[in-house]
């Protein structure tokens, strides 16, 4: 297969290593992104894993919840551009796209799409839809949407950059007051900020830690002076940098954004709440949703474009 200076410079992107060693992989692996990634993070040339959320759309995150905050919703929808995206018109559209998302019971985006539009039962939501953008001028999307309901406690909302990143915050307590629902809005906060796979190690599967300690041995054994160490240090650094990795990944174990010593991790932050009102809380997971996320924005060539119309 033909490696393309397009191809070499979005492994680039993805991974941060350098032109040639991206050239190498994507030639080694015969094309394919993914096994070319891996073949970087073995060689350890590449500084991070393939980044799962490359913003490439425009578009708006909104969420709803009811008036105890007993059940949210995150909801998102695409539109071609910014201007749009930040358009009365359009956030007033997307705003009873989140009020419908409240109350459906479709299992997904397919069966949200085909049930009928709360403001005119008429109509299906994909047909509200179609007007909307009939109105608007430009292509629109209804991509996602997820809720999350606690009885026993409450859901935190977090909206960022007016709408650029979404969380809920499903808080599990026997005791709401000012200073829990504080607490909520900042783990919502951390949520947004450092982009935590999971809530917790116990929903990381197996199969995942033994797949990135695969890919450590395999940095190791490349580099010729820590693969001379004995297979009991290989080991213990092996789990060391496991470790590390799931401290930055799981939000109960991350840093606590605002500490102030700058080490108190988030799930010390809690228990210190908890303790100070005397309540039993507990983080049962999170929603983040951030516009765009995962879209590939096809990338404009201005001047080929004015050639081509020009036919050049």
Known sequence: MAITAAMVKELREMTGAGMMDCKKALSATDGDMDKSIEWLREKGLATAQKKAGRIAAEGIVM????????????????SETDFVAKN????????????????????????????????????????????QIAVIGENLKIRRFQQVAEENGFVALYTHMGGKIGVLVDVETDVVNDEIKEMGKNIAMQVAALKPLYTNKNE??????????????????????????????????IMGRVNKELKEICLLDQVYVKAEDGKQNVASYIAQVAKANG???????????????????????????????MGM
């Open 279 to 309: 309540a039993n809380i507990n983080i049962k997971g999170f929603v983040r949703f951030e516009t765009g996320e995962g879209i590939e924005k096809k990338e404009e060539d201005f001047a080929a474009e004015v050639a081509k119309q």
């Open 63 to 78: 969420l709803a919840a009811d008036d105890a905050q007993k059940k949210a919703v995150a909801v998102e929808v695409n």
């Open 204 to 237: 990381i599967s197996e199969e995942y830690i033994a797949h990135e300690k695969e890919i450590l041995r395999s940095q190791i054994m490349n580099d010729p002076k820590e693969s001379q160490k004995p297979e009991k240090v290989i080991e213990g650094m």
């Open 88 to 131: 009365e018109v359009f956030r007033d559209y997307v705003a009873k796209v989140a009020a419908q998302a409240m109350d459906t019971e479709a299992a997904d985006i397919d069966a949200f799409l085909a049930e009928p539009w709360k403001e005119d039962p008429a109509k299906t939501v994909n047909e509200a839809l179609a007007g």
